[in-house]
C-alpha cells in the first residue's frame, strides 16, 4: 500500500517555502580531481540530500562522520530489507563492529554544525563527508550527532531529542550500493526522510528516530517538471508498481525533482493538490540509469 502524505494547510506550506534559505548550499568537490590517490587507499564522498516532511525548518546538529571499511575485502550479507538500513548504535550489538582484525572505523574530514534538512530537496545536496580512507569493502556510516537539534512548526521552534540519549546513527550499507567514479574513487548520496524520521509524541514533544535512505546517481534516475499554480499547493508522490514512493513539495516556481528512482517503465506521478484544485497522475514515466526524466509541465485546474 502506498502512504500519502496528508495535504497540508495553506498557511503551512506558504510558511515552510518562505523559510527556505540555503543554510548549507549546493557545495561540490573535487570528486572528479585527477590527483593520485595513495597506494592502499581510496576516496570517499558522501552528500546529504532530504526527503521532506511539513515543518518550516528541521535543523540537525552533525558533529561527525565515519565510515566502517573492511580493509581484507571481505563483502558483508546484503540479503536484508531497507528497513533495516538504519539505527541507533546503541539499539542493537551490532556484529560488524566488535573486534576484527580487517574492521577499522576510519574518520572523514566534515564541517560540523547545524544543517537545515529541509534546504536539500528537488535535487539539491551539500557535501557532507569526505576523504582518503583504507582501502577494502564500505559496510557502514557513523553519523555522530550532537545536541542542538530542533524544528520550527507553525513559527514556533521545538527541540528534538534522540531515544534514551542516543547520539550515534549507524546506517548499513551494501557494497554495491557505491557510485565508482573509479576503482578508488567512491561516491554515494544520503537521503535523510524527515517525514519519518521526525516522531511526535503523546505530550506534543517531537524525537528523532532515523530514517535514511541511499541513492547514486549513476546506477539510479530522477524525475524533475513543473507544477503550476503555486497557490494549489502541490504535494508529488512518485511511486512504482513496487511500492518504492518518494516525494517532493515544488519550490515556488513550481519546479521539482525526484532522485534516487530505480529505472524501471512503471513509475507514476501523483499531484495531491489542496485550495480547491484537482489532483492529477501521470502514469508509466519510463526511469533510465544515470538520467534524469523530465515530463511535460502540469497545469492543475479547479
Excluded at 82 to 109: F, K, M, T, V, Y
Excluded at 290 to 298: A, E, M, S, V
Amino acid at each position: 500500500m502506498k502512504n500519502y502524505l496528508r495535504k497540508p494547510g495553506p498557511g503551512l506550506v506558504m510558511a515552510m517555502l518562505a523559510a527556505v534559505t540555503l543554510v548549507v548550499s549546493c557545495k561540490k568537490d573535487n570528486s572528479t580531481s585527477t590527483t593520485p590517490v595513495p597506494d592502499n587507499k581510496q576516496k570517499v564522498s558522501l552528500y546529504l540530500s532530504d526527503d521532506p516532511g511539513y515543518f518550516d525548518k528541521v535543523l540537525l546538529d552533525i558533529r561527525s562522520v565515519e565510515v566502517l571499511v573492511d580493509t581484507c575485502g571481505k563483502t558483508d550479507d546484503d540479503n536484508w530489507s531497507d528497513r533495516d538500513r538504519c539505527w541507533w548504535d546503541e539499539d542493537r550489538h551490532d556484529r560488524n563492529s566488535g573486534p576484527d582484525s580487517c574492521q577499522l572505523w576510519d574518520s572523514l574530514d566534515i564541517n560540523p554544525g547545524v544543517y537545515d534538512l529541509l534546504t536539500l530537496r528537488n535535487g539539491a545536496d551539500t557535501l557532507l563527508a569526505g576523504g582518503i580512507v583504507a582501502k577494502g569493502t564500505m559496510e557502514r556510516i557513523r553519523i555522530t550527532i550532537g545536541d542542538q537539534n530542533s524544528l520550527v512548526k507553525d513559527g514556533v521552534t521545538y527541540p528534538v531529542k534522540s531515544i534514551a540519549g542516543q547520539s550515534r546513527i549507524i546506517v548499513r550499507v551494501r557494497h554495491n550500493e557505491w557510485d565508482e567514479l573509479s576503482a578508488d574513487n567512491l561516491q554515494l548520496w544520503l537521503d535523510f526522510d524527515v517525514q519519518r524520521s521526525i516522531i511526535r509524541t503523546w505530550n506534543g514533544k517531537f524525537i528523532l528516530k532515523p530514517y535514511i535512505n541511499v541513492f547514486t546517481i549513476l546506477k539510479m534516475g530522477s524525475i524533475s517538471g513543473k507544477v503550476t499554480p503555486w497557490d494549489a499547493y502541490p504535494v508529488i508522490s512518485i511511486y512504482n508498481s513496487s511500492n518504492d514512493t518518494l516525494y517532493a513539495l515544488p519550490w515556488r516556481s513550481g519546479e521539482y525533482k525526484v532522485r534516487g528512482l530505480k529505472a524501471g517503465n512503471d513509475w507514476n506521478v501523483f499531484v495531491n493538490a489542496s485550495n480547491g484544485y484537482q489532483d492529477t497522475t501521470v502514469t508509466g514515466v519510463k526511469v533510465e540509469r544515470g538520467k534524469d526524466t523530465r515530463i511535460g509541465n502540469i497545469q492543475l485546474h479547479k
